[in-house]
Each structure stands twice: as structure tokens, then as C-alpha cells.
């Protein structure tokens, strides 16, 4: 037994864990092994290394779920394992330490048992590639760093896993660096994820500085002591570094580069890992959002906006994978809503975000079939009529399609729809404003999904010659059939259980039904609202695209919102023009400045002494003569000052 601790609303007390949940600090050391191991074995590991790290997480997974029925059968619902302490440096006191509770036990299973599936797949998929070591090292460090952040029971061992999931993103998305695209795409997310990292280090700073410690219990329990301004202070800078993780707005511009990475990565980044991190930060720290409602209101602002910003964007980009990456923004977007949202509705957020792992893999990986089998090509522009030779893929890619626009009894409609009632049920302006986004978020998404599927699986065959497409291998297809069951029942079994296996760490999950009676839109209308937005947006998919033959190549001449929408809303031109251009033209002063104001001024001063210096030695030449000289000239020189002096 160590310390005690507290968390959250319902104020569940953790115990010091005992067996078998002392084996929790495994979960994290087994990945970590397999990179540690991939990496230092080098060449020697290229015929079993993809092994090695296929079994490392799926090892993870199964103590995973002996893990999560030992807490199901618990009376203790959180479990706080000390191991040692990190720093002692005065007031400073810092403990390493793990918490095992139904919100991070969630998350690990999602991690592991979504990331096992996509480690298989990658066994496919990069089965040509000569790197592939190295790439299974770095998923297995990417799974590593994700599990200590959500397993971590304090913010500074939550940020240790922060950083460490952004260093295994450059790797991954940087695997292929000898393309610029992907050099540049890592370090356009290396980059914007630092801005939000900032924001995490200030609030992890003002924590200990107001309350003394950053264990999550005694900053919850320290939320009282706060002055309104600091805790609203501190829930922004959180929300600063969720956007940035998450990909969300104003920092959402590296996630859609991301795809740069191989697919496997982008399937592991988007459904299970890095952008879900944001979600649970913020899930985590609801004690600090429910004392503020300014930092929650600009949660679900924020939730809003980058979901129709999300929706938008996807529906003009040819890109497969990109048209995928847009949608995720899109999603985290309503997670952010209904973590925003506020008491009662985390719940929401995380049956979604945990359906939407499903679905969202399978769809990642779908497209990574259909590009193993179009000879890497992803413009949908080259696609068309596929689902005659691509059966299972068609079929699996279809199902996350279907459970993520939300066609009931699919996963998303399970998961997406109580949000929008609950945006809804806000009542007021606010109720109209963040219910309607969302649904007509709602709308957009099936227009773009549609468009994608109307383009890639449908319509006349428009790839290049010499391309044959065919069926990806069986480590491929597997994963995929699996995460398409997921995509078809998830959502109903989460959407019935999750939020009461939650309620120790978020708190009691809303009566719905109840909290309706605030909607200016009865229930039963809303969804029956909903579906037909998203009938009309696969109408008008239908319409635009489906119906029609589809050019190989884009047209040039478009109206200005398919010209803005291609343009991602303009956000990298904004970015361009508000922070990169002052700040290359900030440094461009600095650097005239250092060069003539400071180095010039010092670079004069010893120049000036250098030359002196040189006169002054041809003075010492040697040659008696020249002293006599010299000696004269001095003498004189005297003469001429007392005379001046005498007669002046």
C-alpha cells in the first residue's frame, strides 16, 4: 500500500494496487522491449523482428483483458501503483506511478487490441520493404509511449507519454524520408505539436505552483482552492495541448499531411493512438472543466467548428487517404463537442471515440488494400469499379462507410447520435448552434464518405494501364473482417455498457430522454432530422458524382467553395501568413541585427585594436636610425606643447 488518492466527480478513492494488478507496469514494458530489442539487434532481427513485434502487443492485449476483468470483478475500481520517485529536489516531489481504472483500462484495450490487428496487417503490408524491423520497432514504441500516457497516474508521466507519442509519430510518418513530402510532413507535425505542448508544460507548471503537487489526485482535489481565473487558465492551456494532438483547430493542419507515413501508420495514428489522446486529456481532467464553464464552452466551440471544418474539407480532395484524414478531424471534432459538453456527456465522447476505432482502422486499412493493389496509387480519380475485383475489401471498407456516417444499426449510429441530441439538448441560442453543426456535420460526412465510395468502388474502371487490381493477402484481409464486425455491433454493446463502466472515472452519465425536455427539437424528430441529412447527403453524392462519369483528371475551373475546400479553408495559408512569414521575417531582423549591431560592433572594436596593434609594431623595426628619428620627432613634439602651454 502506498498513498491513496482520489479522482474525479464521483471522488472514487484508489488503492494500492496488489496482485494481479501490480503487473500493470507490463503493459508498457512489453512494446518496450520489442522496439528496444528491433533497434539494437539491427539486421539480424529483419526475418523474425516483425514477429517479435507483432507478439509484443498482442501479449499486451491479453494482459490487458485479464487486467480488465480483475478490475470488473473489484470492489476497488482504482488502482494506484507506486514505483519509484522520479525527482526530489525540495518543495519538488515527483512520483512514477501507474493508475488502472475503467477509463485507462479502456483505453489500453483499445490500443492494443485495435494496434495487434494493425501490427498483423503490417506484416502484409510491409513485406517488401527492407526497413521492416525498424518499422515494427517504432510501432512498438509508438504503442509503448501511448499506454504510459494513458496508464500514467500523474501529468508529468502523462507528458512523458505526450512526448514520447509525438517522437514515434516523426519516426513513422518520416519512415519513407527519402521522400520530401514525408520529410516535410513530419516535421510540420513535430512542429505544430510542439505549439501545443507548450500549453500542457505551462498548465503542468501552474499546477504545482497553485496546488504543490501534479498527481491527478491532488490536483482534483486541490480544483477548490483555485481562483476561477486560474482554473479556467488552466483548462485552455489543457485544451491548447489536446488541439494539438488531436489534430483540431487552429492546430489541425499536420494531421491530413500525416498520411505521408505508411498506411499501417496512419490506420494507428487516426483510430487508436495519437489523436485520441486529446479526447482523453481532456476526459481525464473533468474535475478542472466541471469547476469552469468559460473552458468548457470553449471546448465544445472549438469541437464545433473543426467538425464542420473537417466535413468541409473532405468533401473536394481526390486523395483516398487524405478524404479519410479529414474525416477523422471531423470526428475528434464531436468527441471534443461532447467532452465540452461538459458532466454527465464525457461518456459520449468516449463511446465514440472508442466505435469510432473500429471503423476507422478498417477504413484505413481498407484503403491501404486498395492501394496494395493499385500499385500505391491514391487519387480516387484513377479508381472505379473496384468492388468486382477487391471483394472483401469492398465489403469491409463498405461496412466502417456505413457505421460511420451513421445508418442505424451500424456503430456510428450508436455512438454519433446521442452527441447531436445531447448538443441539442443544451437548449437556447447555445442548443441551436452546436446541435445544428452537428448535424450538419452529419449531412456533409455522408455526402464525402459517399463521394469516396461512388469513386473508388463504383462507376467505370479509370486506372492506368499495366495496373491489375487484386485482393490483398490474408494478413491483410483478417484484420480488416475483424475491425468490420467491430464496425457493425461496437456501438450498440458500447453505447449500453460503456458509460456505466466509466461512471467511477467521468461521473453518472446523463438521462438523455430526460435532458431532451430542453431541445427545441423532440427526440423522435431529431432522428428522423438526422437520417434524412444523411440520406440527402448520399442523394447529392449520388447526383455529383455517382451518377456521372468521373475525370481522371480534377477540373481547374470550380466554384470558390470547392476552390477553398481544396484549399484546406485556406488554414495553411492562414498559418502562412499569421505565424510563418512574421516569424521568418522576425528572424531575418535577428539575424541583420547580430550581424551588424552586435557582431559588427565587436568585430570593429578588434579590428580597430588589430590595426593599431600593426602600426604600433612596424614602430619596433630594428633599425637605430629610425629611433633617433622617431626620438627627434618627440622632442620636438615637447618643444612645441610647453611653447603652446607657455604663450597661450
Given amino acids: 500500500m502506498t498513498t491513496s488518492m482520489t479522482l474525479a466527480a464521483e471522488q472514487v478513492e484508489a488503492v494500492a494496487a496488489g496482485a494481479p494488478f501490480n503487473l500493470m507496469w507490463l503493459l508498457i514494458a512489453l512494446p518496450l522491449l520489442g522496439s528496444a530489442v528491433l533497434l539494437l539487434a539491427g539486421r539480424r532481427a529483419d526475418r523474425w523482428g516483425h514477429l517479435l513485434g507483432c507478439a509484443t502487443v498482442i501479449i499486451a492485449f491479453a494482459l490487458g483483458l485479464y487486467l480488465f476483468f480483475a478490475l470488473k470483478g473489484s470492489p476497488d475500481k482504482a488502482q494506484n501503483l507506486h514505483m519509484f520517485t522520479w525527482s526530489a529536489s525540495g518543495d519538488l516531489k515527483i512520483d512514477a506511478g501507474l493508475l488502472l481504472d475503467p477509463l485507462s483500462i479502456t483505453f489500453v484495450l483499445l490500443i492494443t487490441g485495435v494496434g495487434s490487428l494493425i501490427h498483423i496487417y503490417s506484416i502484409g503490408y510491409m513485406g517488401h520493404d527492407p526497413e521492416r524491423r525498424k518499422f515494427f520497432a517504432y510501432l512498438n514504441l509508438f504503442v509503448a509511449a ?39 510532413a513530419a516535421k510540420k507535425a513535430f512542429i505544430m505539436n510542439r505549439v501545443g505542448d507548450v500549453g500542457l508544460a505551462i498548465a503542468i507548471f501552474v499546477m504545482f505552483t497553485k496546488i504543490g503537487s501534479t498527481s491527478y489526485a491532488d490536483v482534483f482535489a486541490g480544483v477548490g482552492t483555485l481562483t476561477g481565473g486560474v482554473v479556467t487558465a488552466v483548462g485552455l492551456l489543457l485544451l491548447l495541448g489536446a488541439c494539438g494532438k488531436s489534430g483540431q483547430v487552429p492546430l489541425q493542419a499536420w494531421l491530413p499531411d500525416a498520411m505521408e507515413g505508411p498506411t499501417p501508420v496512419s490506420a494507428l495514428i487516426h483510430a487508436a493512438t495519437m489523436v485520441t489522446a486529446g479526447v482523453y486529456l481532456i476526459c481525464r481532467s473533468n474535475p478542472i472543466f466541471d469547476a469552469s464553464d468559460t473552458a468548457r464552452l470553449v471546448v465544445t466551440i472549438v469541437g464545433a467548428v473543426t467538425l464542420l471544418y473537417g466535413s468541409i474539407a473532405g468533401c473536394a480532395y481526390d486523395d483516398i487517404k487524405k478524404v479519410l484524414a479529414y474525416s477523422t478531424v471531423s470526428q475528434i471534432g464531436y468527441m471534443f463537442l461532447a467532452a465540452g459538453l461538459g458532466p454527465g456527456v464525457y461518456a459520449l465522447a468516449i463511446v465514440h471515440l472508442v466505435a469510432h476505432g473500429f471503423f476507422k482502422a478498417g477504413l484505413f486499412l481498407g484503403a491501404g488494400s486498395v492501394m496494395h493493389g493499385m500499385n500505391d496509387e491514391v487519387d480516387m480519380r484513377k479508381f472505379g469499379g473496384l468492388w468486382k475485383h477487391m471483394k472483401i475489401t469492398f465489403v469491409t471498407f463498405g461496412l466502417g462507410y456505413l457505421a460511420l456516417i451513421g445508418i442505424p444499426p451500424l456503430s456510428g449510429y450508436f455512438s454519433k447520435d446521442p452527441i447531436i441530441e445531447a448538443a441539442f439538448a443544451r ?157 521568418l521575417a522576425l528572424t531575418r531582423a535577428s539575424m541583420w541585427f547580430e550581424d551588424r549591431g552586435i557582431d559588427g560592433a565587436v568585430n570593429g572594436l578588434s579590428g580597430g585594436l588589430a590595426a593599431g596593434s600593426l602600426r604600433v609594431r612596424r614602430a619596433q623595426n630594428g633599425a637605430v636610425r629610425s629611433y633617433a628619428l622617431s626620438m627627434l620627432f618627440g622632442v620636438i613634439l615637447v618643444i612645441v606643447a610647453l611653447l603652446a602651454v607657455r604663450f597661450a
Avoid at 510518418?173 to 521522400?179: A, E, G, L, T, V
Wanted: glycine share 12%.
Fill in 146 to 184: 501511448m499506454l504510459l500516457l494513458v496508464l500514467g497516474n500523474s501529468y508529468v508521466a502523462l507528458y512523458f507519454g505526450w512526448e514520447g507519442v509525438g517522437v514515434a509519430s516523426y519516426l513513422l510518418i518520416s519512415f519513407w524520408n527519402y521522400k520530401p513530402s514525408a520529410a516535410t
Fill in 427 to 583: 437548449g437556447g441560442t447555445e442548443g441551436w448552434l452546436l446541435g445544428g453543426a452537428a448535424l450538419l456535420g452529419a449531412g456533409l460526412t455522408a455526402f464525402y464518405m459517399s463521394r469516396l465510395m461512388f469513386m473508388t468502388f463504383f462507376g467505370k474502371e479509370r486506372w492506368d494501364e499495366g495496373v491489375h487490381p487484386h485482393e490483398s493477402p490474408s494478413t491483410m484481409t483478417v484484420p480488416m473482417i475483424i475491425l468490420s464486425l467491430g464496425s457493425i455491433g461496437a456501438g450498440f454493446f458500447l453505447a449500453a455498457n460503456l458509460p456505466g463502466w466509466l461512471e467511477p472515472s467521468l461521473g453518472a452519465e446523463i438521462d438523455l430522454h430526460h435532458a431532451m425536455e430542453k431541445s427545441p427539437i423532440p427526440s423522435t424528430v431529431l432522428l428522423v432530422l438526422t437520417l434524412l441529412f444523411i440520406v440527402l447527403g448520399i442523394v447529392a453524392a449520388w447526383f455529383f458524382v455517382g451518377s456521372k462519369d468521373v475525370p481522371r483528371v480534377a477540373p481547374a475551373r470550380v466554384a470558390f467553395p470547392v476552390r477553398a475546400a481544396r484549399a484546406n479553408l485556406y488554414g495553411d495559408a492562414f498559418n502562412e501568413s499569421v505565424f510563418e512569414r512574421p516569424g
